[in-house]
């Protein structure tokens, strides 16, 4: 099997050139740039499938005015602590961060902040946000829920997301630990990759239209489902489900958006679902100032001691032993920011598309 | 193999015996039945390991002065909606609820409240804390850490506690949804079941010394160690130690408890770590007003719809189809409550153990 061929590209022209497409459907000059700093965050910590990957889908999703422009994002209940979000059907990408400052702003006057959003859409990764957070030396949390794709524990069809959960933590010395994951056991684009290099896939990850388990990727993509995180009951599958469904409450069900098999897709071509529940899709944002808790800087002392400790871990067998949360991106983004972000043809050929379509350059 | 023997009580009888074996040790009558409570709860809910079978663990410790009966439980630093609360080493049954108290109390001011907890000890079943925040129309969350269990992914030893996360959400004419789960793949007493009944255990629960996969319960009892949910890196395992890391950080680096390795165990027989670096183990408690953020009305409404949605999810071969998470401790909990707690022989050893200590009748 060839390695996949690679174009690479500075990530300031890549990032410019999502920046002109969001303005050219009249998205303000200061959002546009705000959604494509989190596609760029994406690209640059090896995410490749949350950057200019999905540049042509949110193309797609203007252009059929399935997502507002020009939103008018607004608190529609408040307390001290707490915020509910309309996000007006914009971009996840600006109605995200906007809501997340939100959080951020209520946790440095009462200690902590949590906005939940309704009517928004996809979002970008969930690690942008919690970085964010660190920069004001807060803890981030972020959440968002998804199109269906994942089973319940025990079930034979699609009926939640891949309901990503992010948090991270602040280093002195160490970097910060920065944890992002989905709550099922591997990602969609695992699978099409496997689709791709008609590879068989392993146990635990999907199951068929008829809820067996499968190593077939086809027989998840043609009706099937991926599998929450643990896989099965005897490894603790209803963890994963169980998780799945607390992102689901605190995205959707507490801002009143849709959730689990209502959640809208996030791509024209996926299909949409028969029920309307809520508003859009959901994201739930949470931010604890440090100091509220302990002094700060004894807070990343210690953060730096934990790290240390576990990189001091005796070696699993064939392996270099535990790697912190949030190393890999980070390694990817200090090659990245300086080597350009590698994409392969078939994202190529969509940036290119758009630029025929819309007029702004790209080569 | 024959089914282990029991002796059933009633439950009513098992939360006196704990009250006054609490009560025997100085602990203040109102706090020996709020521990009672706790433990008495775990029975009800069908979760053994933590109710009575537990009580002679806390006589063991508060006998040989490892926890303080008569604790000073004060809140050392607070925002208006956070607080850290110090618990002078008093026993987590008893600290555990005054800290969920005052987050929960926080959130009816404020609209939420987060409470991290150092200087404490084992606090029994997570799923205690968000019930009662349900009885208060409170979104709760509960998570502690514990003493080191689980490699992280690709570590050969124990380095994390088994760091459970629950969570509940309200329904109308539904009961509550209850998420309660450890962050490890598979529970320490399935382990410890295997060994009794001299079976092997699944691929993905636990590695040996070494850091080999094994499927010899003892094996991972003589320093081996427990898998993190998702168990290697293939099926997620590094998501699983992921969720474990931020449940120590939220509970003790937050607080300035003792994280990691270095958590100190809840039991006399358990090793007591080399380094100190906090006050004894870790909490944190969360509370969330729900009309902070929508009409709770409105969301218990949705909250019906989604188990209703769940419920009616096609099923996996062989099974019938997904429950809601809280479902079988629900079910335990209506037939204990009438038939009585059924406890093994050596658990009824331990307690007549400390009826014959302490002159508390008990047959």
């Known amino acids: 099997m060839p390695e996949v061929e690679t174009i690479t590209y500075p990530h300031e022209k890549l ?5 002109l497409t969001f303005q050219h459907f009249g998205i303000p000059e200061k959002e546009a740039e705000l959604a494509s700093e989190v596609l760029s965050m994406s690209d640059l910590r090896g995410i490749d499938s949350h950057g200019v990957a999905r540049l042509h889908t949110y193309f797609d999703m203007l252009e059929k005015e399935r997502i507002n422009p020009v939103p008018k994002i607004k608190i529609v ?11 007006d059907n914009g971009l996840g990408l600006v109605v995200g961060p906007k809501a997340n400052e939100i959080a951020m702003n209520k946790a440095q006057e009462v200690g902590s902040g949590w906005v939940s959003v309704r009517n928004t859409n996809h979002y970008g990764i969930a690690g942008y946000y919690v970085i964010k957070a660190l920069e004001r030396d807060l803890i981030g949390w972020s ?5 269906k794709l994942v089973a319940p524990l025990w079930g034979a069809e699609r009926m939640l997301g891949t309901n990503p959960i992010a948090v991270a933590f602040p280093g002195k010395k160490e970097p910060p630990i920065i944890i992002d994951l989905a709550t099922c056991a591997a990602a969609y684009g695992k699978i099409e990759i496997a689709h791709r290099k008609e590879q068989m896939i392993p146990e635990g990850w999907a199951i068929d239209s008829e809820g067996n388990n499968t190593n077939d990727p086809d027989k998840m993509i043609n009706g099937g489902a991926l599998l929450p995180l643990g896989s099965d009951r005897e490894k ?3 963890k994963g489900y169980g998780l799945a469904v607390m992102v689901d409450f605190l995205c959707a069900v507490l801002s009143g958006a849709n959730w ?13 679902p028969k029920r309307s529940v809520g508003k859009g899709i959901g994201h ?6 440090i100091d509220a808790f302990i002094d ?9 001691d934990y790290i240390q400790t576990l990189r001091a871990t005796s070696p699993a067998p064939g392996t270099d032993g535990p790697i912190i949360p949030g190393d890999p ?6 090659i990245r920011s300086k080597q350009g972000i590698p994409l392969v043809l078939p994202v190529v050929e969509e940036l290119r598309d758009i630029s025929k379509r819309t007029g702004i350059p790209f080569d």
Not at 80 to 86: F, G, K, L, N, Q
Not at 260 to 272: M, N, R, S, Y
């Open 15 to 19: 990032s410019e050139f999502s920046k």
């Open 77 to 87: 209940r408040e307390s001290a602590s707490t915020a509910t979000v309309d996000g």
């Open 143 to 147: 959440m968002t829920n998804t199109t």
């Open 236 to 238: 603790g599958g209803h």
């Open 260 to 272: 689990g098999p209502f959640t809208p897709p996030f791509a024209l071509q996926q299909e949409i």
């Open 284 to 289: 739930f944002f949470g931010a604890m100032k």
């Open 296 to 304: 700060p800087d004894e807070f990343k002392t210690q953060t730096d």
């Open 329 to 334: 991106e980070r390694e990817a983004e200090s």
